[in-house]
């Protein structure tokens, strides 16, 4: 299975991100930024991290 790359500077997946999200508390954009490298390099990758983290907040809200 081909992992979704979300951020190809820094090479980091979907699934890093989505890690990240749920494991922890009170994660916002910059601290997925700071943990995962995501959005670091060039930062056209920044509105599908805004995407992935309010999806994911959704799905943990409900």
């Keep these: 299975m081909e992992e979704n790359i979300i951020c190809h500077c820094m090479d980091v997946s979907e ?3 989505v890690y990240t999200i749920k494991n922890n508390e009170n ?3 910059q601290d997925i930024m700071t ?3 995501a959005g670091r390099g060039c930062g ?3 509105p599908e991290l805004e995407e ?3 999806r994911e907040k959704e ?4």
């Design 59 to 62: 799905k943990m809200n409900s």
């Design 44 to 46: 056209s990758c920044i």
């Design 15 to 17: 699934h890093e991100i």
């Design 27 to 29: 994660v916002n954009l």
């Design 35 to 37: 943990i995962t490298g």
């Design 52 to 54: 992935i983290l309010k």
